[in-house]
């Protein structure tokens, strides 16, 4: 396993790789002013194809945060996950920048039912942060509903509103809904 640390905008994140592809991805620190020179902290050994998922890594991660209508695609390692975990992420993975989904209706097109603290519970051990995007998920009143994160609810609402939805009091005001 590979281990680092890098600066990207105003975001420190971590992240981790096996030669499958991105195995974790965190967002650790939100810095108030402009970032540091900070140089890339690294643990473990770099192959040329975990070298390669970094880069692409940094890159996708910099479209979406100039662009934030991107989405992020890199090969991820779903190792530990259940079959019906990476079949909820995989559905999550499709929600574009600046839609919402609720967890009702994630549940219903995953499960064929409305299991929605189960869809929670599953979201709540997701390790691929911005990749898996869980914080496009919300409650099916338009509030903001859970984010486990470090960061939690704050960062939740910062992702959303840098892909342009405008959120009052913890509820979402203007967004597309997604149709799964």
Known sequence: MYRIKFCLDRFIFAAEFTEKGIYSLH?????SGLPPVMPDEERGYMSKG???YYEILKEELSGYLSDTKKIISINT???GYTEREISVFNA????????????G?????????????????ILSRNRLQIIVP???VVMKNYKIGGFTSPLGVKL?????QREGITINNSKIMHCKFYDI
């Not at 967002?27 to 810095?31: A, G, R, T, V």
């Not at 999550?92 to 967890?103: D, E, F, H, Q, T």
């Open 27 to 31: 967002i650790e620190k939100i810095l």
């Open 92 to 103: 999550l993975m499709k929600v574009p920048a600046g839609n919402i989904v609720n967890y």
């Open 134 to 136: 869980c914080h496009r």
């Open 156 to 160: 939740k609402i910062i992702l959303l």
């Open 50 to 52: 975990i070298r390669k």
């Open 77 to 79: 390692d779903f190792e």
């Open 105 to 121: 209706a994630l549940a219903k097109y995953v499960l064929g039912n409305s299991a929605n603290r189960y869809i929670g519970a």
